[in-house]
């Protein structure tokens, strides 16, 4: 049987959810059955690459120097270009890409070279807290022009298919939604491996360790996590806070902590690939941001057993049950961060059945189940498309 040729594309292999969903697609899918091969751009700088971090050598990109984040006209007319050309001399039946610019140019590429199948998948929510209103609005209008062409368009949660429904982009039968997964097996076991980090920061079993893990970007809110920490240390003397990831904010957030005077009671650490030894010395995680899609560190902290605070904004509250396995509060409040933490922190009964609560509930996220709900996908629009073809 004749195997069905996938070409994946990502603007960029930045450390995050969607590139090692597309790594994982790439690396995983059944090879009985498909061909798959990866296509991205260049990550900016300070936003790593997952590839590197994750040490994955089996996958191996095609990468198309003049796909990234910013926007050029040239840049981003010669990518399409390279994309059209690409895209007619591998003919593949199906082209799956991740995120905004991928989606435009690569969309607009795979129409334009007659492939049959066109899938897009959204991962975050970006027609909030991204861009200007106009920007926004043109964005928009983008969307719904590709969405006319695109066989499927894939939410990575109830509330993102919903949002994206109601902005009159495809219609209930195109949008479908599937969640993300992870191989969360590390975590399961994370406890092992609690003191690990404490030893390396010269911490003790004494502190409290609250963690951010997410890009030092505006969209992630970390000014409210940092002024909500100042709160936290009223009352709290023992906590400590972890950031953990990289991004064009860190010296800005680094000047943050030192005129809010919590600079030695926090630490920034990076990029980190050993994410399971730090989510075992973590006591509560938490998310600042302004908006979401369906986060990825939320989903590490649900297997690890751990208690989450987050802000109430896009797909968070698919995973976050309030006063079940975590608490949401509105974007934008640092007093209601701090207020929401030290519930926490204070009744560590509730916050361990929280975090059990959590494990199991991130049983929904396993990697094993986000492969076979694509293969399924891709399956179904192969059949529906050759279907179509025979009766004609």
């Known amino acids: 049987m004749k195997k069905i040729k996938i070409l994946l594309l990502i603007a960029r292999l930045n450390i ?30 300070d936003e790593g690459n997952m590839l590197r971090l994750s040490g994955e050598e089996e996958v191996k990109p095609v990468i198309v120097t003049e796909l990234g984040r910013e926007i050029s006209l040239l840049d981003d007319l010669k990518a399409f270009i390279k994309l059209f050309f690409l895209i007619r001399r591998e ?23 007659g492939t049959p199948i066109i899938i ?39 509330a993102q298919r919903k949002e994206i429904l ?23 076991n994370c406890q092992e491996k609690r003191g690990e980090l404490r030893e390396e920061l010269g911490l003790s079993k004494d502190h409290l360790l609250i963690g951010i893990i997410a890009r030092l970007v505006p969209i992630k809110g970390h000014a ?24 064009e904010l860190r010296e800005e957030l680094k000047g943050l902590t030192k005129r809010l005077k919590i600079e030695d009671k926090t630490f920034f650490l990076g990029f980190r690939s050993d994410l399971d030894r730090i989510y075992a010395d973590l006591d509560l995680i938490v998310l600042s941001s302004l908006n979401e899609g369906l986060p990825t560190a ?49 009744d ?12 199991r509930r991130s049983s929904q996220f396993e990697l094993s189940r986000l492969i076979k709900d694509i293969e399924s996908l891709y399956e179904e629009e192969v059949e529906g498309k050759k279907s179509v073809v025979s009766s004609q």
């Open 16 to 45: 995050g959810g969607p590139a090692l969903q597309v790594i994982d697609l790439t690396k995983l899918l059944d090879k009985e059955k498909f061909e798959s091969f990866l296509v991205a751009g260049l990550e900016g700088k």
């Open 91 to 113: 003919r593949p039946d199906i082209v799956h890409t991740h995120t905004a610019k991928a989606g435009t140019l690569g969309r607009l590429a795979a129409k334009l070279a």
């Open 120 to 158: 897009h998948t959204f991962h975050g929510h970006i027609f909030h807290g991204y861009f200007s209103p106009l920007k926004t609005k043109i964005f928009l209008l983008i969307e719904r022009f590709l969405s006319l062409f695109t066989t499927r368009i894939i939410a990575i949660s109830p």
């Open 166 to 188: 109601e902005l009159g982009i495809g219609n209930k039968k195109k949008v479908v939604c599937i969640p993300l997964g992870f191989d969360l097996s590390g975590f399961l």
């Open 224 to 247: 409210y996590f940092f002024e909500a920490a100042k709160m936290i240390l009223d009352e709290v003397k023992a906590a400590r806070f972890i950031v953990v990831g990289d991004g």
């Open 298 to 346: 939320i989903i590490e902290a649900m297997a690890s057993a751990k208690p989450v605070v987050a802000t109430r904004v896009g797909g968070v509250a698919d995973l976050i049950e309030d006063g079940v396995n975590g608490i949401l509060v509105p974007p934008k409040s640092s007093s209601k961060l701090a207020s929401a933490c030290l519930e926490v922190l204070k």
């Open 348 to 359: 560590q009964e509730q916050a361990g059945k929280m975090g059990q609560e959590g494990r």
